[in-house]
C-alpha cells in the first residue's frame, strides 16, 4: 500500500471486503441472518397493523421489535417499523417483497416501504475536506462494528487524510475542486459514487453541493453542520456563536437537500461553553459533538430507523 | 376552609372532583374518551402481535401508538403497550376487556394485562415529611393538567405543609408517627387508603414501610430516593456523596418493596455538581433532580409506560 | 385577603417584609452579614489582582471566592468577581467604596464596579402574563430561600394569576394592556417600579417592552425566551421548533436591550423532544426548561456573578 | 515499522520527540512559552492572595485567569491556581520558584505548590489492554495538539494494539502479566516508567495495581471504571448495571490509591439506556462515556488544574 494521494480519480474502485466484525454488527453472523426490517409509510387507517402482523405471521416471521407513530389519530400519516426473526431470511426475502406488493401496497396504498435483512451492510461512502474528526470516529466504529455499514471509499478536496484513510483498508480518492474544475470534479465524484453506494456521508466536507449531484447520486446524503440548526445556518457558525454569546453548542445530521442547511433533521446535541472559551475552543468542544452527533444519525440511517415526512424525521431509536 | 392541621384522620375522605383540566390531560376531553391503552406481559411467542391487532381491528379500533420489547428473540419476555382509537370506548370497554379474556389470554397464556380508558385518571395519594418540593410540583402538574392524575389525599407525618396542601383543594390528613404508635398510625394511613387509591407516592416520606403495609395497601407505590441507586443506598445519600467527593448527584424513582432503596428502578437522573458546593448545596440542586425524576416517573406510571419484570422495568416513554 | 385582582393601580406599594428563611439564603443570618462581593470590570493590565487583593487585606476581609476572566492576554477586557468575608461589613460598607474609589478606581480606570452586602436580598418585580410556571417557581425558591431575593410585587396584564401570587404573600397589581392603553398601562408600571427595584423579571410577560420604558425603569430587565436563542426569535416559537423537526427544545435568559431577542444571554438550556411530540407537549416540556433556565439566571445575577461586555456576558457560576 | 509486537521489554525506550502541534496546545508556540501556571495548597489564611498577587506582580507577571476555593471561610482549606503571562518565563522560572520558596512558603506555610510553564507538556504513559477506546481517543487528540501531553509509551500485557499504536508514532511495549509472573512483569514495567513520565493513565487496564508499583512508580496514575462509582465497584460493572436495571450508565476517572476504585474522583458522566439495551449496547454506549471522561480527566491534570484533599479533589475547569 502506498500512502501517496492519488489526485487521478480511478474509474473503478475496488471495494475489499470488511473485517469479519466491521459487517457483522453487535451480534453473532449467524443471528444477523436471520433478523429482518420491514419500515413502512402511508397514510394512517384502520387494520393496516394488524394486516402486517398477520402478513409476518404468515411467513412464520416472529416480531422482535415494533415502532409506531401517527402523526393524528384521525387521517393523518403513519410510519411503521418491525424488526422481525425468520429463519434463513435472505432465503426467502424476495418471496416476502412480492408477498407484501400484492397484498399489502395495494389495499393500503403504501408507497414507501423496504424489507431489508440485517446482515446486509449499508455500503457506505464518506465525503471530507480536511477536518479529520468525524471521518476517523465513522472509521473506528465501522472498524469496531459498531456500524452496521461497509465504508468503501473516502473521497476528498484535500490530500491531506489520506495515510489515515488508507490504514483502515479503505480506498482514498484525492479529487481537487476549485472554481473552475467544480463541474469536472462532480462528474468524477459521480462516477465512482453511482450504483456503488447506499449511504454519502458529508464528514466536514466544506463544499457546496449543487441540485444537479444531489439529483444524479442516486442515494441520501447525510450532512453534518456544525451548529445546533437553524441557529447560525451557513459559514462560520462558531465564530457567529461566540459573537453573539450562546452558552451552549451544539451540530446537527440532516439529509441534504436543495436549501442549505434546510434538509430534515435526524439528530441533534449540544455542549455547554461559557465567556471562557474562545473561538478555537467553541471548534474543539464543538467537534466532539459533531462526531457524537453524526454517527448516530449514520448508525440510525443504516438500521433503517429514519423515515423522512416532508422536512422532518420520524426517527425510531 | 380552616388551615389548622388535624391529628385525628377521618374513616372517610370526600374526594372532590378534580377541575376540568386535571382530570383531562393535554387533549381536550371529547377526544380522551375515545382513547385506550392496551398493556400486557407475556412469554413471547409467534402471533401474538397478530392476534392483538386482529383483536383491536375487530373492535373498530385504530391503534395511534405501538410499542412493544422482547428481552431475547427466542424464549424471552414479550411486552407490549398500544394506544388505540375508539369511538365512545368507555361504553365498550368492558364487552372488550371480556373479548380479549376469551380469546388471547387463553390462547397465548396471557396473566399481566389491562386495558383502560385514557380518560380515566388514576386516583393517587402522596404520602410526604416536611420537603414540600417534590409534594408542590406534583400538585402543580396535577392542576395544571400535565398528569392524568386526581390526587385525592395528602398524608404526613408532620403538620407543616397543611395549608399549602389544602390550597390546592386537596385533603391533607396528618398522621404523627413515633416508635410506639408506628403500627397504630400505619393502620390509619391503610383504613384511608385500601380501595380508595390506584397509586401511594412517597414524595420525601422519611419513614420505613413495613412489609405488612405494604401487602395491604393493595397498589403500587412509588417512591423518591434522593441518590443515584445503586450508590449511597439508605439515610444521608447528599453527606455520603459530599464524602466521596462525586461529580455528580443525583435521584431515582422506583416502586417499592420488601428490600429498602432495591425496588425497579422506573426513572433516574443527574445533575453536576462541583468541589465548591457544600451538601446544603447538594440538598438544593438534587431536589430540582428529584421533583424532576419523580413527575416522570409518575406520568409514565398513570400513563401504563411502565411495566414490571422481575426487579427491573419496561418504560415505555 | 381578598382573592379579588384589581385593575386600580395604587401609587404605593407596601412591601412586606419576607419570611425570614426568604431573605437569608442558605447560610444563617449572621453570617451573611459578614459576607461581601465586589465585582468590576475594566481593561485588562498587569497589578489590578495585587491591588485589589491588598484593598481587601488592607481591610482585614478574607477573600473566599475568586473568580476572574480576561478577554485577551494582551490589551483585553479584564472581569472579576471576589466573595470576601469581613467581622460586621454592613459598618464598613460605605468606607471601603469610599477607599476603593479614591485609590483602586482612579489608579486602573475601573468605571464598572460594586462592592456588596451578601445580607441585601436585591428588591425584584415580576411582569407575567398568564402562563403560571416560571413565577410559581420563582415565588416558591424565594419562600424556601434559594434565591437572595426579595419579591415585592407581581405586575400582569390578566388577573388570572392574583391569588395564587397572593397567597405567597407578594402583592398583585392588574394592569391591562390595549393596543389603545399602551402608553398609559406603561406609565402605571413604571410608577410602581421606578426607584422600588434592583431587577425586573420578565416571567413570559407577553407584551412588547418600549424603548421608552427601558430607558426610565431605572434597573436592569432579564426576560426567559422560549427557544434556544438565536433560533426561532419571535413569536409561537414552539410551533416553529415544530414545522422545523428539530430534535431539543430550549429555552434563553436574557437581559432586555432594545432589539427584541438580541440583548446578552445570560443562560440557555435544551431538553430532548422527537417526532412523538406535538406543540403542545414540546410547550410542557419546554416550561420545565424556562422555569430552570430562568432562575438560574435570576440567581446569578443576585449573586452578583453576571458582568456584561457589550452584547455577551461573563457568568462565574 | 514492524507491527509485529515484542513481548522483550527494552530497558532503554527512546522517546521521539512529538509532532509540533502535539506539543504545543491550542496556542502557537511563542505565546505558550510566555505562560505559567502556580497552583497551591495549604491552610486557610488572611492575606495569601494578596501575597500571592504582590509575588506574581513583582516579578513583572500579569494574572490571566485565577481560581480559588476555601473550603470553609474560617479555618479550612484553601487552593489556588493562577495562570500567568510573563515575557521568557522559561529563562525565570526557577528563580520565581526560588522567591516563592523564600518569601511565601514559610510565612504561610504552603506545602503543597508548584510554578510551571505552559510550554512543558507533561509526559505520559498509557497502561492498556485489549479495548481500544480510551487509547485511541488519547492518542488522537494528542497528536491533534488537543491535549498538552507527550505520549512517549504504551504498555500492555496484549499485543493486539502494537500496530495501532505505531502508527501515531508511539512506542508500545507488550508486557504480559499472568499469575506467576506478576512481579516480574511490575518490575519490569516500573523499569521503563520511574523518572521518565510524569503521569500514568490506565486506559481499561485490567490488571490489578499492587501497592509496591504504586509506591514506586513516583507519579500519580489516573484510572478510568466504567462505571457512576460508587456504584458497580469492581468488575462486570456494565452486567451489574444491567440487572438491577439502572435508567443511565457512566464512567469514573480517579486518581489511584491503595483501594480499588476508591480513589479520588477527578470526572464522570452518564448516557441514558434503556430496557430494550443488552449489556453489549451498554458497554458500547459506556465506551463513549469513558473516553469522554477519561480525556477529560487528563486534560485537566496536565493543565494543573486538579488539586486533591483527602479522597477527594478541586477540579478548576
Known sequence: M????????????????????GAQGKSGGGELTDLGRLILHCADQPGIVAAISRFLADHDANII?????????????????MVFHKRDLQAYIEQMEATFEASITDQFDVTD????????PKRVAVMVSKYDHCLLDLLWRARRGELPVQIGLVIS???????????FG?????????RDTKAEAEAKQLELLRGNFDLVVLARYMQIITNDFLEKVGC????????????????????KAKD???????????????????GPIIEQDVVRVSHRDDVATLERRGADVERSVLHRAVLWHCE????????TTVVFA
Open 113 to 120: 416501504w423496504s424489507i431489508t435483512s440485517a446482515s446486509a
Open 170 to 178: 479503505v480506498p482514498f480518492v484525492h479529487i481537487p475542486v476549485t
Open 65 to 81: 421489535e415494533s415502532d409506531q407513530s401517527t402523526s393524528d389519530p384521525e387521517g393523518g400519516h403513519f410510519f411503521l417499523r
Open 157 to 167: 478536496n484535500h490530500a491531506d487524510l489520506a495515510a489515515e484513510v488508507r490504514s
Open 304 to 311: 433503517d430507523r429514519v423515515l423522512r415526512q416532508d422536512n
Open 2 to 21: 502506498t500512502a501517496t494521494p492519488s489526485t487521478l480519480a480511478p474509474t473503478t474502485v475496488d471495494f475489499a471486503p470488511p473485517r469479519a466484525a
Open 220 to 239: 441520501p446524503i447525510i450532512n453534518i453542520h456544525h451548529s445546533f440548526l437553524p441557529a447560525f445556518i451557513g459559514a462560520g457558525p462558531y465564530q
Open 244 to 262: 453573539r454569546g450562546v452558552k451552549l453548542v451544539g451540530a446537527t445530521a440532516h439529509y441534504v437537500t436543495e436549501d442549505l442547511d434546510e
